[in-house]
Protein backbone atom coordinates (compact mmCIF):
# COMPACT_ATOMS: atom_id res chain seq x y z
CA UNK A 1 0.00 0.00 0.00
CA UNK A 2 0.99 3.50 -0.37
CA UNK A 3 1.99 6.02 2.10
CA UNK A 4 -0.77 8.70 2.25
CA UNK A 5 0.28 12.08 2.29
CA UNK A 6 -1.16 15.64 2.92
CA UNK A 7 0.79 19.02 1.68
CA UNK A 8 0.19 21.77 3.25
CA UNK A 9 0.59 24.96 1.08
CA UNK A 10 1.15 28.39 3.13
CA UNK A 11 -0.11 31.21 1.17
CA UNK A 12 -0.81 33.53 4.06
CA UNK A 13 1.69 36.23 3.58
CA UNK A 14 0.86 39.81 3.22
CA UNK A 15 2.85 40.43 -0.13
CA UNK A 16 2.95 43.86 0.29
CA UNK A 17 6.03 44.90 -0.86
CA UNK A 18 4.69 43.36 -4.29
CA UNK A 19 2.41 46.59 -4.52
CA UNK A 20 -0.30 45.19 -5.89
CA UNK A 21 -3.87 44.97 -5.73
CA UNK A 22 -3.50 41.25 -6.38
CA UNK A 23 -2.61 38.38 -3.51
CA UNK A 24 1.37 37.72 -4.08
CA UNK A 25 1.15 33.94 -4.76
CA UNK A 26 -1.54 34.76 -7.78
CA UNK A 27 1.70 36.34 -9.47
CA UNK A 28 2.40 34.79 -12.43
CA UNK A 29 5.99 33.03 -13.18
CA UNK A 30 5.99 31.43 -16.86
CA UNK A 31 2.40 31.73 -17.47
CA UNK A 32 1.01 30.50 -14.41
CA UNK A 33 0.33 31.78 -11.11
CA UNK A 34 3.03 30.57 -8.51
CA UNK A 35 0.98 28.90 -6.19
CA UNK A 36 -0.19 26.53 -9.18
CA UNK A 37 3.83 25.78 -9.56
CA UNK A 38 4.01 24.40 -6.20
CA UNK A 39 0.75 22.46 -5.96
CA UNK A 40 2.34 21.07 -9.16
CA UNK A 41 5.97 19.92 -7.64
CA UNK A 42 3.54 18.51 -4.91
CA UNK A 43 1.62 16.66 -7.05
CA UNK A 44 4.25 15.35 -9.36
CA UNK A 45 6.22 13.89 -5.66
CA UNK A 46 3.00 12.25 -5.06
CA UNK A 47 1.63 14.47 -2.89
CA UNK A 48 -2.07 13.59 -3.55
CA UNK A 49 -4.25 15.58 -0.77
CA UNK A 50 -3.38 19.41 -0.44
CA UNK A 51 -4.04 21.80 1.90
CA UNK A 52 -3.94 25.49 0.75
CA UNK A 53 -3.80 27.77 4.10
CA UNK A 54 -4.85 31.51 3.19
CA UNK A 55 -5.61 34.94 4.66
CA UNK A 56 -8.48 36.82 5.01
CA UNK A 57 -10.18 37.59 1.94
CA UNK A 58 -8.23 35.14 0.18
CA UNK A 59 -11.06 34.07 -2.08
CA UNK A 60 -9.27 34.44 -5.22
CA UNK A 61 -6.03 32.60 -3.90
CA UNK A 62 -8.70 29.82 -3.09
CA UNK A 63 -10.32 29.53 -6.01
CA UNK A 64 -7.44 29.66 -8.62
CA UNK A 65 -5.40 26.51 -6.11
CA UNK A 66 -9.12 24.68 -6.95
CA UNK A 67 -9.00 25.38 -10.47
CA UNK A 68 -6.24 22.90 -11.09
CA UNK A 69 -6.83 20.67 -8.40
CA UNK A 70 -10.46 20.98 -7.24
CA UNK A 71 -9.52 18.71 -4.66
CA UNK A 72 -7.41 21.29 -2.97
CA UNK A 73 -8.82 22.07 0.61
CA UNK A 74 -9.02 25.56 2.00
CA UNK A 75 -8.07 26.85 5.23
CA UNK A 76 -8.35 30.17 6.50
CA UNK A 77 -5.56 31.23 9.04
CA UNK A 78 -7.09 34.80 10.19
CA UNK A 79 -4.60 36.23 12.56
CA UNK A 80 -1.19 36.27 11.14
CA UNK A 81 0.77 34.62 14.57
CA UNK A 82 3.20 32.65 12.98
CA UNK A 83 4.37 29.29 10.62
CA UNK A 84 3.37 27.16 13.28
CA UNK A 85 0.21 29.13 13.70
CA UNK A 86 -0.87 28.95 9.74
CA UNK A 87 0.08 25.01 9.94
CA UNK A 88 -2.48 24.74 12.75
CA UNK A 89 -4.94 26.31 10.17
CA UNK A 90 -4.97 23.28 8.41
CA UNK A 91 -5.61 21.12 12.06
CA UNK A 92 -9.25 19.65 10.64
CA UNK A 93 -7.05 18.19 6.69
CA UNK A 94 -3.98 16.89 9.66
CA UNK A 95 -6.47 14.86 12.29
CA UNK A 96 -7.83 13.22 8.69
CA UNK A 97 -4.77 10.79 9.62
CA UNK A 98 -2.00 10.73 6.84
CA UNK A 99 1.54 8.82 7.25
CA UNK A 100 3.49 11.87 6.22
CA UNK A 101 3.16 15.68 6.16
CA UNK A 102 5.03 18.08 4.04
CA UNK A 103 4.84 21.71 4.28
CA UNK A 104 5.50 23.89 1.29
CA UNK A 105 4.39 27.78 0.55
CA UNK A 106 2.95 29.54 -2.30
CA UNK A 107 4.91 32.07 -2.78
CA UNK A 108 8.31 29.84 -3.96
CA UNK A 109 7.61 28.83 -7.65
CA UNK A 110 10.78 27.04 -8.26
CA UNK A 111 10.53 24.43 -6.10
CA UNK A 112 10.60 21.07 -7.79
CA UNK A 113 9.19 17.53 -6.94
CA UNK A 114 12.69 16.34 -6.22
CA UNK A 115 13.00 18.38 -3.11
CA UNK A 116 9.65 17.17 -1.69
CA UNK A 117 10.24 13.53 -2.92
CA UNK A 118 13.55 13.92 -0.94
CA UNK A 119 11.67 14.76 2.30
CA UNK A 120 9.06 12.39 2.01
CA UNK A 121 11.47 9.43 1.55
CA UNK A 122 13.47 10.51 4.79
CA UNK A 123 9.69 10.50 6.29
CA UNK A 124 8.93 6.83 4.77
CA UNK A 125 12.50 5.58 6.02
CA UNK A 126 11.04 6.59 9.93
CA UNK A 127 12.20 10.47 10.41
CA UNK A 128 9.94 12.41 12.73
CA UNK A 129 10.80 15.68 11.37
CA UNK A 130 12.70 16.63 8.30
CA UNK A 131 13.99 20.18 7.44
CA UNK A 132 14.94 20.96 4.13
CA UNK A 133 18.37 23.31 4.44
CA UNK A 134 20.61 25.33 1.65
CA UNK A 135 24.19 26.33 2.10
CA UNK A 136 23.87 30.35 1.67
CA UNK A 137 26.82 32.59 0.77
CA UNK A 138 24.51 35.43 2.11
CA UNK A 139 22.56 33.59 4.79
CA UNK A 140 21.15 36.74 6.41
CA UNK A 141 17.58 36.70 7.38
CA UNK A 142 17.23 33.18 7.01
CA UNK A 143 16.77 30.65 9.67
CA UNK A 144 20.07 28.83 10.42
CA UNK A 145 20.09 25.02 10.96
CA UNK A 146 22.15 24.50 14.43
CA UNK A 147 23.72 20.81 13.81
CA UNK A 148 25.41 19.04 16.05
CA UNK A 149 27.59 16.04 14.55
CA UNK A 150 25.73 15.54 11.60
CA UNK A 151 22.23 16.31 13.85
CA UNK A 152 19.97 18.83 13.21
CA UNK A 153 19.22 19.58 16.72
CA UNK A 154 17.61 23.20 16.17
CA UNK A 155 16.41 26.03 14.04
CA UNK A 156 17.13 29.22 15.40
CA UNK A 157 15.91 32.83 13.59
CA UNK A 158 17.86 35.33 11.85
CA UNK A 159 16.43 37.62 15.11
CA UNK A 160 16.93 34.90 18.02
CA UNK A 161 20.57 34.12 16.95
CA UNK A 162 23.96 34.95 18.76
CA UNK A 163 26.77 36.43 16.85
CA UNK A 164 28.40 33.11 16.35
CA UNK A 165 25.26 31.35 15.29
CA UNK A 166 25.07 33.95 12.52
CA UNK A 167 28.18 33.07 10.85
CA UNK A 168 26.21 29.84 10.41
CA UNK A 169 25.52 29.17 6.21
CA UNK A 170 23.30 26.62 6.77
CA UNK A 171 19.62 27.79 6.25
CA UNK A 172 16.63 26.87 7.16
CA UNK A 173 14.28 26.95 3.47
CA UNK A 174 10.99 26.68 4.90
CA UNK A 175 10.26 23.42 3.27
CA UNK A 176 9.44 21.11 6.36
CA UNK A 177 8.15 17.33 6.76
CA UNK A 178 6.22 16.34 9.67
CA UNK A 179 5.17 12.29 10.39
CA UNK A 180 1.71 12.45 10.49
CA UNK A 181 1.10 10.90 13.53
CA UNK A 182 3.41 13.26 15.24
CA UNK A 183 2.28 16.55 14.00
CA UNK A 184 -0.55 17.25 15.93
CA UNK A 185 1.50 16.80 19.28
CA UNK A 186 4.63 18.79 17.99
CA UNK A 187 2.85 21.59 16.61
CA UNK A 188 1.03 22.51 19.46
CA UNK A 189 3.73 21.94 21.91
CA UNK A 190 5.18 25.18 20.11
CA UNK A 191 4.89 28.24 22.29
CA UNK A 192 5.66 32.17 20.94
CA UNK A 193 8.90 33.04 23.30
CA UNK A 194 10.75 34.12 20.74
CA UNK A 195 12.11 37.85 19.92
CA UNK A 196 9.05 38.17 17.05
CA UNK A 197 6.56 36.28 19.96
CA UNK A 198 5.03 34.38 16.87
CA UNK A 199 4.62 30.58 16.88
CA UNK A 200 7.52 29.21 15.03
CA UNK A 201 7.18 26.02 12.40
CA UNK A 202 11.05 25.81 13.07
CA UNK A 203 10.48 25.07 16.87
CA UNK A 204 9.16 21.69 15.86
CA UNK A 205 12.95 20.81 15.71
CA UNK A 206 14.05 21.47 19.12
CA UNK A 207 10.44 20.30 20.82
CA UNK A 208 11.18 17.04 18.56
CA UNK A 209 14.20 16.59 19.83
CA UNK A 210 13.70 17.34 23.37
CA UNK A 211 11.18 13.96 22.56
CA UNK A 212 14.05 11.62 21.46
CA UNK A 213 12.28 11.60 18.23
CA UNK A 214 14.38 11.38 15.14
CA UNK A 215 15.30 15.11 13.16
CA UNK A 216 16.99 15.02 10.07
CA UNK A 217 17.59 17.35 7.72
CA UNK A 218 18.12 17.13 3.96
CA UNK A 219 19.71 19.37 1.68
CA UNK A 220 18.42 21.45 -1.30
CA UNK A 221 20.00 24.17 -3.99
CA UNK A 222 19.58 27.98 -2.48
CA UNK A 223 17.98 28.79 -6.47
CA UNK A 224 14.87 25.78 -5.73
CA UNK A 225 13.36 27.48 -2.64
CA UNK A 226 13.83 31.42 -3.87
CA UNK A 227 10.58 33.31 -2.16
CA UNK A 228 9.06 36.07 -3.93
CA UNK A 229 8.47 38.51 -1.83
CA UNK A 230 8.70 41.82 -4.64
CA UNK A 231 8.88 42.54 -8.34
CA UNK A 232 12.57 41.97 -8.59
CA UNK A 233 12.14 38.54 -6.98
CA UNK A 234 9.38 37.84 -9.47
CA UNK A 235 11.76 38.53 -12.15
CA UNK A 236 14.58 36.43 -10.88
CA UNK A 237 12.37 33.50 -10.18
CA UNK A 238 10.80 33.75 -14.06
CA UNK A 239 14.27 34.12 -15.22
CA UNK A 240 15.48 31.29 -13.57
CA UNK A 241 12.57 29.32 -14.46
CA UNK A 242 12.87 30.35 -18.18
CA UNK A 243 16.64 28.90 -18.45
CA UNK A 244 14.86 25.47 -17.19
CA UNK A 245 12.38 25.77 -19.44
CA UNK A 246 14.98 26.48 -22.36
CA UNK A 247 17.50 23.96 -21.33
CA UNK A 248 14.44 21.19 -21.47
CA UNK A 249 13.31 22.20 -25.25
CA UNK A 250 16.65 22.24 -25.75
CA UNK A 251 17.55 18.79 -24.65
CA UNK A 252 14.21 17.52 -26.08
CA UNK A 253 15.55 18.89 -29.75
CA UNK A 254 14.85 22.29 -30.58
CA UNK A 255 17.23 24.59 -31.56
CA UNK A 256 16.55 28.20 -29.95
CA UNK A 257 19.03 30.42 -32.00
CA UNK A 258 19.35 32.68 -29.18
CA UNK A 259 17.91 30.98 -26.07
CA UNK A 260 17.71 34.08 -23.96
CA UNK A 261 15.27 35.75 -26.19
CA UNK A 262 12.34 32.79 -26.22
CA UNK A 263 9.93 33.00 -24.01
CA UNK A 264 8.40 29.65 -22.76
CA UNK A 265 5.27 28.69 -20.70
CA UNK A 266 4.88 25.73 -17.89
CA UNK A 267 2.96 23.76 -20.57
CA UNK A 268 4.84 25.16 -24.09
CA UNK A 269 4.92 21.65 -26.13
CA UNK A 270 7.81 21.67 -28.76
CA UNK A 271 8.89 18.60 -30.81
CA UNK A 272 11.97 17.80 -32.26
CA UNK A 273 13.72 19.65 -34.96
CA UNK A 274 11.90 22.52 -34.70
CA UNK A 275 14.11 25.92 -34.98
CA UNK A 276 13.13 28.85 -33.15
CA UNK A 277 14.85 32.15 -34.06
CA UNK A 278 15.08 35.37 -31.64
CA UNK A 279 12.04 36.80 -29.90
CA UNK A 280 9.66 34.78 -29.50
CA UNK A 281 7.13 34.16 -26.65
CA UNK A 282 5.04 31.32 -26.34
CA UNK A 283 2.28 32.49 -23.43
CA UNK A 284 0.45 29.05 -22.25
CA UNK A 285 -1.67 26.67 -24.24
CA UNK A 286 0.98 26.25 -27.06
CA UNK A 287 1.86 22.78 -28.55
CA UNK A 288 4.21 23.41 -31.52
CA UNK A 289 4.81 19.78 -33.23
CA UNK A 290 8.65 18.23 -34.78
CA UNK A 291 10.59 20.16 -37.97
CA UNK A 292 8.53 23.48 -37.70
CA UNK A 293 10.08 26.65 -38.68
CA UNK A 294 9.27 29.80 -36.31
CA UNK A 295 10.93 32.60 -37.29
CA UNK A 296 12.20 36.10 -35.43
CA UNK A 297 9.76 37.98 -33.45
CA UNK A 298 6.11 35.49 -33.11
CA UNK A 299 3.59 35.81 -30.64
CA UNK A 300 1.81 32.42 -29.43
CA UNK A 301 -1.13 32.37 -26.97
CA UNK A 302 -3.59 29.81 -26.26
CA UNK A 303 -6.16 29.94 -23.66
CA UNK A 304 -6.23 27.02 -21.26
CA UNK A 305 -9.15 28.38 -19.44
CA UNK A 306 -11.32 27.53 -22.57
CA UNK A 307 -9.45 24.60 -23.67
CA UNK A 308 -8.48 26.69 -27.32
CA UNK A 309 -4.55 25.80 -27.78
CA UNK A 310 -2.40 27.15 -30.42
CA UNK A 311 -1.43 23.75 -31.98
CA UNK A 312 1.05 23.84 -35.14
CA UNK A 313 1.69 20.78 -37.10
CA UNK A 314 4.76 19.47 -39.06
CA UNK A 315 6.60 21.00 -41.33
CA UNK A 316 4.92 24.41 -41.04
CA UNK A 317 6.90 27.98 -41.29
CA UNK A 318 5.77 30.22 -39.45
CA UNK A 319 6.71 34.37 -38.82
CA UNK A 320 8.57 36.67 -38.71
CA UNK A 321 6.41 38.72 -36.92
CA UNK A 322 3.17 36.39 -36.71
CA UNK A 323 0.83 36.23 -34.06
CA UNK A 324 -1.30 33.17 -33.45
CA UNK A 325 -4.28 33.37 -31.04
CA UNK A 326 -6.11 30.77 -28.76
CA UNK A 327 -7.77 28.28 -31.29
CA UNK A 328 -5.38 28.30 -34.19
CA UNK A 329 -4.57 25.21 -35.37
CA UNK A 330 -2.34 24.94 -38.49
CA UNK A 331 -2.02 21.35 -40.49
CA UNK A 332 1.20 20.23 -41.82
CA UNK A 333 3.45 22.34 -43.70
CA UNK A 334 1.01 25.58 -43.26
CA UNK A 335 2.79 28.65 -44.20
CA UNK A 336 1.68 31.79 -41.71
CA UNK A 337 3.99 34.90 -42.66
CA UNK A 338 5.16 38.30 -41.52
CA UNK A 339 1.92 40.55 -39.68
CA UNK A 340 -0.57 37.88 -40.08
CA UNK A 341 -3.03 37.36 -37.11
CA UNK A 342 -4.63 33.76 -36.68
CA UNK A 343 -7.35 33.30 -34.04
CA UNK A 344 -10.14 30.36 -33.65
CA UNK A 345 -9.07 28.79 -37.24
CA UNK A 346 -8.26 25.74 -38.28
CA UNK A 347 -6.06 25.94 -41.42
CA UNK A 348 -5.38 23.37 -44.22
CA UNK A 349 -2.48 21.28 -44.57
CA UNK A 350 -0.15 23.46 -46.99
CA UNK A 351 -2.36 26.71 -46.78
CA UNK A 352 -0.52 29.98 -47.54
CA UNK A 353 -1.48 33.00 -45.29
CA UNK A 354 1.69 34.99 -45.97
CA UNK A 355 1.27 38.67 -45.65
CA UNK A 356 -0.35 41.62 -43.49
CA UNK A 357 -3.66 39.27 -42.82
CA UNK A 358 -6.16 38.54 -40.23
CA UNK A 359 -8.09 34.79 -40.32
CA UNK A 360 -10.47 34.99 -37.41
CA UNK A 361 -13.44 32.14 -36.76
CA UNK A 362 -12.75 30.34 -40.22
CA UNK A 363 -11.74 26.87 -41.86
CA UNK A 364 -9.34 27.03 -44.65
CA UNK A 365 -9.30 24.10 -47.07
CA UNK A 366 -6.04 22.54 -48.13
CA UNK A 367 -3.77 24.79 -50.09
CA UNK A 368 -5.87 27.51 -49.62
CA UNK A 369 -4.00 30.69 -51.07
CA UNK A 370 -4.95 33.68 -49.23
CA UNK A 371 -3.97 36.65 -50.52
CA UNK A 372 -1.94 39.47 -48.73
CA UNK A 373 -4.01 42.43 -46.97
CA UNK A 374 -7.03 39.60 -46.14
CA UNK A 375 -9.28 40.20 -43.80
CA UNK A 376 -11.96 37.73 -42.48
CA UNK A 377 -14.65 40.47 -41.38
CA UNK A 378 -15.89 38.31 -38.17
CA UNK A 379 -17.44 40.77 -36.04
CA UNK A 380 -20.17 42.93 -35.77
CA UNK A 381 -20.12 44.48 -32.91
CA UNK A 382 -22.60 41.68 -31.17
CA UNK A 383 -21.77 38.69 -32.65
CA UNK A 384 -18.62 36.20 -34.00
CA UNK A 385 -19.14 34.44 -37.43
CA UNK A 386 -17.66 32.38 -39.48
CA UNK A 387 -15.96 32.06 -42.59
CA UNK A 388 -15.18 28.95 -44.97
CA UNK A 389 -12.58 28.69 -47.00
CA UNK A 390 -12.61 25.87 -49.52
CA UNK A 391 -9.89 23.53 -50.59
CA UNK A 392 -7.15 25.19 -53.33
CA UNK A 393 -9.49 28.80 -52.88
CA UNK A 394 -7.33 31.75 -54.12
CA UNK A 395 -8.56 34.75 -52.15
CA UNK A 396 -7.04 37.93 -54.02
CA UNK A 397 -4.96 40.66 -52.29
CA UNK A 398 -7.24 42.93 -49.93
CA UNK A 399 -10.01 41.01 -50.01
CA UNK A 400 -12.67 41.61 -47.07
CA UNK A 401 -14.14 38.26 -46.34
CA UNK A 402 -17.82 39.61 -44.73
CA UNK A 403 -18.87 36.78 -42.11
CA UNK A 404 -20.82 34.44 -42.06
CA UNK A 405 -19.90 33.49 -45.71
CA UNK A 406 -18.60 30.41 -47.42
CA UNK A 407 -16.26 30.42 -50.16
CA UNK A 408 -16.32 27.13 -52.17
CA UNK A 409 -13.41 24.41 -52.86
CA UNK A 410 -10.95 25.96 -55.95
CA UNK A 411 -13.03 29.67 -56.15
CA UNK A 412 -10.99 32.66 -57.06
CA UNK A 413 -11.77 35.92 -55.06
CA UNK A 414 -11.15 39.24 -57.00
CA UNK A 415 -8.49 41.10 -54.91
CA UNK A 416 -9.84 43.65 -53.32
CA UNK A 417 -13.24 42.50 -53.25
CA UNK A 418 -15.75 42.83 -49.93
CA UNK A 419 -17.40 39.36 -50.56
CA UNK A 420 -20.78 39.26 -48.55
CA UNK A 421 -22.29 36.23 -50.62
CA UNK A 422 -21.69 32.26 -50.33
CA UNK A 423 -18.92 31.63 -53.79
CA UNK A 424 -19.41 28.57 -55.40
CA UNK A 425 -16.57 25.65 -56.18
CA UNK A 426 -14.20 26.74 -58.85
CA UNK A 427 -16.47 30.06 -59.60
CA UNK A 428 -14.57 33.59 -59.63
CA UNK A 429 -16.21 36.09 -57.27
CA UNK A 430 -15.42 39.98 -58.40
CA UNK A 431 -17.12 42.63 -55.52
CA UNK A 432 -15.31 45.85 -56.30
CA UNK A 433 -16.34 48.85 -58.20
CA UNK A 434 -15.55 48.37 -62.26
CA UNK A 435 -12.39 50.46 -63.24
CA UNK A 436 -13.54 53.43 -65.30
CA UNK A 437 -11.17 55.57 -67.91
CA UNK A 438 -11.40 58.62 -69.01
CA UNK A 439 -9.11 59.91 -71.81
CA UNK A 440 -7.39 63.00 -71.21
CA UNK A 441 -8.72 63.69 -68.24
CA UNK A 442 -6.02 64.92 -66.26
CA UNK A 443 -4.37 66.84 -68.98
CA UNK A 444 -7.71 69.03 -69.72
CA UNK A 445 -8.23 69.28 -65.95
CA UNK A 446 -4.40 70.64 -65.12
CA UNK A 447 -5.26 72.79 -68.17
CA UNK A 448 -8.23 74.52 -67.13
CA UNK A 449 -6.79 74.99 -63.50
CA UNK A 450 -3.68 77.05 -65.23
CA UNK A 451 -6.34 79.22 -67.27
CA UNK A 452 -8.27 79.51 -63.81
C1 LIG B 1 10.75 31.58 7.55
C2 LIG B 1 11.41 30.62 8.50
C3 LIG B 1 12.92 30.76 8.38
C4 LIG B 1 13.31 30.46 6.94
C5 LIG B 1 12.56 31.37 5.97
C6 LIG B 1 12.81 30.94 4.57
C7 LIG B 1 9.90 30.43 10.44
C8 LIG B 1 9.62 30.86 11.80
N1 LIG B 1 10.98 30.95 9.85
O1 LIG B 1 11.14 32.88 7.92
O2 LIG B 1 13.58 29.87 9.24
O3 LIG B 1 14.71 30.65 6.76
O4 LIG B 1 11.14 31.27 6.21
O5 LIG B 1 12.24 31.87 3.69
O6 LIG B 1 9.17 29.62 9.88
N2 LIG B 1 3.03 32.51 6.91
C9 LIG B 1 1.69 32.37 7.14
N3 LIG B 1 1.17 32.77 8.31
C10 LIG B 1 1.94 33.32 9.29
C11 LIG B 1 3.30 33.49 9.05
C12 LIG B 1 3.81 33.06 7.85
O7 LIG B 1 0.96 31.86 6.29
O8 LIG B 1 1.38 33.65 10.35
C13 LIG B 1 3.57 32.02 5.65
C14 LIG B 1 3.64 33.11 4.63
O9 LIG B 1 3.13 32.63 3.41
C15 LIG B 1 5.11 33.40 4.48
C16 LIG B 1 5.77 32.11 4.95
O10 LIG B 1 4.83 31.50 5.83
O11 LIG B 1 5.46 33.70 3.16
C17 LIG B 1 7.05 32.37 5.71
O12 LIG B 1 6.76 33.25 6.79
P1 LIG B 1 7.63 34.51 7.13
O13 LIG B 1 7.03 35.21 8.26
O14 LIG B 1 7.93 35.25 5.90
O15 LIG B 1 8.92 33.78 7.66
P2 LIG B 1 10.39 34.21 7.44
O16 LIG B 1 10.71 35.28 8.39
O17 LIG B 1 10.65 34.42 6.01
CA1 LIG C 1 9.63 34.92 3.99
Redesign the pocket.
Known sequence: MTASILGIL????EGTRMRSRSPKVLHHVAGRPMVGHVQSAMAEAGIATMAL?VGNGAEKVADTAKASYPETQIFV?SE????A??VLAARDAIEQGFDSIVIG???TPLVTPGLFMSIINELQTGADVVVLGFHSENPTG??RLIMDQGKLTA?R?EKDATPAERQITF????IMGLSGPRALDLLDAIGNENAKG?F???DAVAVANAGGLDVRSVEGKEEDTL?VNNRIELAAAEACLQERLRAKVMENGVTLVDPNSTFLSYDTEIGADTIIEPNCFFAPGVKIAEDVTIKANCYFEGDTKKGQFVTVASGAVIGPFARLRPGASLMSDVKVGNFCEVKNASVGRGAKINHLTYIGDATLGADANIGAGTITCNYDGFSKYITEIGEGAFIGSNSALVAPVSIGDGAYIASGSVITDNVSNDALAVGRGRQVQKDKWAAEMRAKRKDG
Do not use: F, K, P, W
Request: charged share 15%.
Open positions: LAAGVQRLGTHAYGDYGIECNSGEYLTG
